[in-house]
């Protein structure tokens, strides 16, 4: 039987996560409305904010029904002690899940720079982490060629493969469905099997995201959303990410080996209107909006 591009559609948003700081998590007292139990949530740790913040933040997730994902940042770690205390932190909170992620500081706080390095200790692993999500950038990295990311890929996905880990990627945001869709088929054609989350952004304004955008590199998807400055009296008006849903939804149904399989929402302050609308979605089957 075809599934519909609506009830994909549906099954994706029912299955998403969404990303939060701990500082935001620990505000709403990790009460987050229209969010199912059970739902994931990514807790983020931003340089110089104590990973004790991390933690704090997953405890109030679990307590209110939640699967907390916290970032773990290979740069923001002293040595594999400091890899080991992590690891250890979580796994005894029956936390076996990460996003592991190179982290944003200029310089590394330690003896490790990328995500590869910490694979291989295989701490991780031997501590009790069973799924590890991983990075996308399906628009390139300011500090790295596209060759060199499809190359790191496949060394962590052999890594995953040898130990065992559930691995799965996620992407950062992007506005244009065409970069993304092109990505992912390189990664195909490239030997990646891994699953694929989307980084979709949530009902923010157009200012909002333009401001993410550039401090991101999103760069065709920057370009794309620059293009669209004519509606300016939409300016403040909160956008609707939902022609990136339905241009996945529709590559599940039209192309069977491809690697998508869900979502990752960043809410960019919000939350409320994200989650509602996200839930609304979920809910629907039709294939119009």
Known sequence: MTISVGQVRADLMTESSIELLPSRILELSGVLPDLACGSRVFVTWLPGVPFADVLAACDLLKLCG???????????????????????????RDIPRMLLIAGGADKPAGIFADTVQILETEIPVRTGIRTVYVAGHPEGHPQASEVTLLEYMRRKQAL????????????????????????????????????????????????????????????QSLRFMQRQRWKLHRWFVPCNPQHLVD?????????????????????????????????????????HS
């Open 160 to 219: 995953a493969r040898t130990q065992g880990l559930n691995m799965q990627i996620v992407t950062q945001f992007c506005f244009d469905a065409a970069p993304v869709l092109a990505w992912e088929k390189r990664l195909r054609d490239g030997g990646i099997t891994l699953p694929i989350n989307l980084g979709i952004y949530g009902l923010t304004t157009p200012k909002t995201l333009v401001r993410y955008g550039l401090a991101c590199g999103v760069g």
């Open 247 to 287: 241009a996945v939804a529709q590559e599940i149904t039209q192309t069977p080996n491809t690697n998508f399989r869900g979502l990752h929402f960043y809410p960019f302050g919000a939350i409320a209107r994200t989650l509602e609308w996200r839930r609304a979605l979920s809910l629907s089957t039709g294939d």
């Open 66 to 92: 939640y699967l907390p994902v916290p970032h773990v940042a290979a740069r923001s770690i002293r040595d594999e002690g400091h890899l080991q205390e992590i690891c250890s932190a979580l796994t005894e």
